[in-house]
């Protein structure tokens, strides 16, 4: 009869910890994604609403117009620079992440391993034991052999 792996309960708390890893890495790629979306989004209309200014300063523009085009501009670059910002941080968080992943897999990798080399020695043990078994019933049936 095989022994249960001793560590089994712990084997079991790795693999939970080691998908709820994985999970919260999901996450935070998700969330730089979204982040890094943003970022172009941001990007894209500061670069569109830079062309529309240009147009629109070619054609003339009046003091008030400018002013209300440059403050506009200006906010725009802002939200531009704090997304940045905030991509930088989403990555930062992001490989602190994959670390913390990377290490909890190694954690389970090596309770894994732990765990077939406990299943291989039982398994070697049982056939240990079916071939003692085995010759035990051989060497009885030579002995009640009246022939021998």
Request: glycine fraction near 4%; charged fraction near 30%.
């Amino acid at each position: 009869m095989t022994r249960p792996f001793s560590l089994q309960t712990v084997l079991e708390l790795m693999q939970s910890r080691a998908d709820e890893a994985t999970q919260r890495l999901a996450r935070l790629l998700a969330a730089e994604r979204d982040a890094r979306n943003k970022l172009a989004l941001l990007r894209q209309y500061r670069d569109e609403y830079a062309l529309r200014f240009r147009q629109a300063a070619q054609q003339g523009l009046g003091q008030p117009e400018w002013r209300n085009y440059q403050e506009f501009m200006n906010r725009l670059d802002q939200a531009v620079d704090q997304q940045s910002e905030a991509v930088r941080q989403q990555e930062s968080r992001t490989a602190a992440g994959q670390a913390a992943w990377q290490q909890q897999r190694s954690r389970l990798q090596a309770f894994d391993a732990l765990s077939q080399r406990h299943r291989a020695s039982e398994a070697r043990s049982e056939l240990r034991q079916e071939q003692k078994a085995q010759d035990e019933f051989a060497s009885r049936g030579k002995e009640d052999d009246p022939g021998t």
